[in-house]
T-cell receptor, first 110, second 117 residues
Framework: GQNIDQPTEMTATEGAIVQINCTYQ??????LFWYQQHAGEAPTFLSY??LDGLEEKGRFSSFLSRSKGYSYLLLKELQMKDSASYLC???????????WGAGTKLIIKP | EPEVTQTPSHQVTQMGQEVILRCVPI?????FYWYRQILGQKVEFLVS????????KSEIFDDQFSVERPDGSNFTLKIRSTKLEDSAMYFC???????????????FGQGTRLTVV
């Protein structure tokens, strides 16, 4: 079966760093995406990893280990606007049938 | 910046009625998708569409669902006879290429919140 696991909720302090983990077991792998979703809004793209290693994009970085079925999203210099759900999604094939995790709700405190 | 637009933003319908959710993908994109998210639950894939035909669909996408690209710009999702459990946020997405390479991502519309009563 398809399974993507991420923590339900995390809390962090403004200005700090937080790491959100995602583990997956899927039949087929064609990349892993991280999306940000504010309540009631559409997911917005953050990052994409298809090879092992770290991808850095400004305050956000994403890491992938295919052999371990593991990824993390690292958020630095947290801002209040980063309070949102962070969704891990695995693309199984070229048809972009994304399998989504349940999302991690990140709460930022002043 | 180009964006995917969806209408209406919120639709309330009675159980058993037909609804059509509309999407205008980004103009030069070739691949189109519908996803749904029941309140408080995961985003779920419904269907992908390319070259005027369905390329893949999930088990959720049963005979009650259909998609169309009636003209060069619109991409619609029709639910023939709505059920209470169809209440969800429906997201349309479009993508320039089918192969996920070079970090090309799908762009999502803001969603249509469907409420079946």
């Amino acid at each position: 079966g398809q399974n993507i696991d991420q923590p339900t909720e995390m809390t962090a302090t403004e200005g700090a760093i937080v790491q959100i983990n995602c583990t997956y077991q899927t039949s087929g792998f064609n990349g892993l995406f991280w999306y940000q979703q504010h309540a009631g809004e559409a997911p917005t793209f953050l990052s994409y990893n298809v090879l092992d290693g770290l991808e850095e994009k400004g305050r956000f970085s994403s890491f992938l280990s295919r052999s371990k079925g593991y990824s993390y999203l690292l958020l630095k210099e947290l801002q209040m606007k980063d309070s949102a759900s962070y969704l891990c999604a695995v693309c199984r094939d070229s048809n972009y049938q994304l399998i989504w995790g349940a999302g991690t709700k990140l709460i930022i405190k002043p | 910046e180009p964006e995917v637009t969806q209408t209406p933003s919120h639709q309330v319908t009675q159980m058993g009625q037909e609804v059509i959710l509309r999407c205008v993908p980004i103009s030069n994109h070739l691949y189109f998708y519908w996803y749904r998210q029941i309140l408080g639950q995961k985003v779920e894939f419904l269907v992908s569409f390319y070259n005027n035909e369905i390329s893949e669909k999930s088990e959720i996408f049963d005979d009650q669902f259909s998609v169309e690209r009636p003209d060069g710009s619109n991409f619609t999702l029709k639910i023939r006879s709505t059920k209470l459990e169809d209440s969800a946020m429906y997201f349309c997405a479009s993508k320039l290429e089918g192969q996920t390479s070079g970090g090309t991502e799908a762009f999502f519309g803001q969603g249509t919140r469907l409420t079946v009563v």
